[in-house]
Protein backbone atom coordinates (compact mmCIF):
# COMPACT_ATOMS: atom_id res chain seq x y z
CA UNK A 1 0.00 0.00 0.00
CA UNK A 2 1.58 3.31 -0.73
CA UNK A 3 0.21 6.44 0.18
CA UNK A 4 1.53 9.88 0.16
CA UNK A 5 3.45 11.44 3.52
CA UNK A 6 2.16 14.85 4.83
CA UNK A 7 4.85 16.53 4.83
CA UNK A 8 5.30 20.26 3.10
CA UNK A 9 1.12 19.98 2.10
CA UNK A 10 -1.69 21.12 3.54
CA UNK A 11 -4.75 19.05 5.07
CA UNK A 12 -7.03 19.36 2.41
CA UNK A 13 -4.78 19.00 -0.53
CA UNK A 14 -3.29 15.63 1.65
CA UNK A 15 -6.59 14.04 1.90
CA UNK A 16 -7.75 14.84 -1.56
CA UNK A 17 -3.94 12.99 -2.63
CA UNK A 18 -4.67 10.24 -0.01
CA UNK A 19 -8.12 9.51 -0.99
CA UNK A 20 -6.80 8.68 -4.70
CA UNK A 21 -4.02 6.85 -2.99
CA UNK A 22 -6.47 4.70 -1.86
CA UNK A 23 -9.04 4.64 -3.88
CA UNK A 24 -9.20 0.66 -4.51
CA UNK A 25 -10.08 0.35 -0.92
CA UNK A 26 -13.47 2.14 -0.91
CA UNK A 27 -15.16 5.30 -0.55
CA UNK A 28 -12.67 7.87 0.80
CA UNK A 29 -15.14 11.28 1.59
CA UNK A 30 -14.31 14.97 0.91
CA UNK A 31 -12.51 17.19 3.80
CA UNK A 32 -13.67 20.78 3.47
CA UNK A 33 -12.43 22.20 6.34
CA UNK A 34 -9.82 21.04 8.91
CA UNK A 35 -11.79 21.16 11.64
CA UNK A 36 -13.25 17.77 9.51
CA UNK A 37 -9.71 16.04 10.36
CA UNK A 38 -10.51 14.09 12.83
CA UNK A 39 -13.79 12.41 11.42
CA UNK A 40 -12.14 12.01 7.86
CA UNK A 41 -9.27 10.57 9.25
CA UNK A 42 -12.10 7.80 11.48
CA UNK A 43 -13.88 7.51 8.53
CA UNK A 44 -10.87 6.12 6.56
CA UNK A 45 -9.63 3.98 8.92
CA UNK A 46 -12.71 2.18 9.26
CA UNK A 47 -12.43 1.47 5.89
CA UNK A 48 -12.01 -3.13 5.79
CA UNK A 49 -8.64 -2.96 3.86
CA UNK A 50 -7.05 -0.08 6.23
CA UNK A 51 -8.89 -1.33 9.44
CA UNK A 52 -6.41 -4.27 9.45
CA UNK A 53 -3.15 -2.40 9.21
CA UNK A 54 -4.50 -0.79 12.77
CA UNK A 55 -4.29 2.01 11.97
CA UNK A 56 -4.44 5.37 14.95
CA UNK A 57 -7.13 7.01 16.27
CA UNK A 58 -6.81 10.35 14.86
CA UNK A 59 -9.37 11.49 17.83
CA UNK A 60 -6.03 10.85 19.88
CA UNK A 61 -4.11 13.15 18.30
CA UNK A 62 -4.62 17.48 18.84
CA UNK A 63 -2.61 18.08 15.27
CA UNK A 64 -3.21 16.60 11.58
CA UNK A 65 0.09 16.05 11.08
CA UNK A 66 1.28 14.16 13.66
CA UNK A 67 -1.69 11.74 13.41
CA UNK A 68 -1.18 11.28 9.08
CA UNK A 69 2.47 10.27 10.40
CA UNK A 70 1.57 7.48 12.06
CA UNK A 71 -1.30 7.05 10.12
CA UNK A 72 1.15 6.73 6.92
CA UNK A 73 3.70 4.49 9.35
CA UNK A 74 0.98 2.33 9.92
CA UNK A 75 -0.90 1.45 6.43
CA UNK A 76 2.48 1.29 4.58
Known amino acids: MN ?3 PQN ?3 IDWSD ?3 LD ?3 YGV ?3 VHSESEWQDWGAA ?3 LP ?3 RANPPNPYAYADWKTWADFFCG ?3
Open 49 to 51: QIS
Open 9 to 11: IGL
Open 17 to 19: QVA
Open 28 to 30: IPK
Open 3 to 5: VTR
Open 44 to 46: VSR
Open 74 to 76: AIV
Open 22 to 24: LAQ
